[in-house]
T-cell receptor, first 115, second 111 residues
């Protein structure tokens, strides 16, 4: 069974740039959730994708957007990067029959530094 | 505003002792409760889930849930230095898709 994978592991960008983070869900899972974790904080929910549609969104501006592909992998895109976007970005996969799924399993994360 | 509160710690216990980690949540509509362990620089790793009032045991770990008091706890018996990590409490609300996390409690187990 393949676990959740994310790429890249680390990324350095400058303010105003755009970034794309990628996630492959665990085998058998159909739902992907994205979280942002700032240093010393718990993960904050960005959004979730189920059957290629956004299935819930946290308190993040529209410059945070995403996609889910037919193979259930997902991308997180962030436009117009700000210094405060520096964080660990976590992807979590789960299985759900009506959206959402129950237990979420996290990938290794992508650490983004915005200079 | 749905909130999950944890004592940030650090909680320090000697090797072999019982570590007790606590979490409170604000919304009575909460349905599912999870404990994750996060080592420094790593991603959260699921330890346990609990859905019903009472205790749930898995090896050295016991999760306790009291919905009336809006309280969930994690007990770690026979604590080991390898248990030193940040423990995150997460709550899923009935109509929600997201996990709402606390800020985590840092546990330090000394040998």
């Amino acid at each position: 069974e393949t676990g959740v994978t994310q790429s890249p592991t680390h990324l350095i960008k400058t303010r105003g740039q755009q970034v794309t983070l990628r996630c492959s869900s665990q085998s058998g899972h159909n739902t992907v959730s994205w979280y942002q974790q700032a240093l010393g904080q718990g993960p904050q929910f960005i959004f979730q994708y189920y059957r290629e549609e956004e299935n819930g969104r946290g308190n993040f501006p529209p410059r945070f957007s995403g996609l889910q592909f037919p193979n259930y992998s997902s991308e997180l895109n962030v436009n117009a990067l700000e210094l405060d976007d520096s964080a660990l970005y976590l992807c979590a996969s789960s299985f759900g029959t009506s959206g959402g799924g129950e237990t979420q399993y996290f990938g290794p994360g992508t650490r983004l530094l915005v200079l | 505003q749905k909130e999950v509160e944890q004592n940030s710690g650090p909680l320090s216990v000697p090797e072999g002792a019982i570590a007790s980690l606590n979490c409170t949540y604000s919304d009575r509509g909460s349905q599912s409760f999870f404990w994750y362990r996060q080592y420094s620089g790593k991603s959260p790793e699921l330890i346990m889930s609990i859905y019903s009032n009472g205790d749930k045991e898995d090896g050295r770990f016991t999760a306790q849930l009291n919905k009336a008091s809006q309280y969930v706890s994690l007990l770690i018996r026979d604590s080991q230095p390898s248990d030193s990590a940040t423990y995150l409490c997460a709550v899923k609300y009935q109509a929600g898709t997201a996990l709402i996390f606390g800020k985590g409690t840092t546990l330090s187990v000394s040998s």
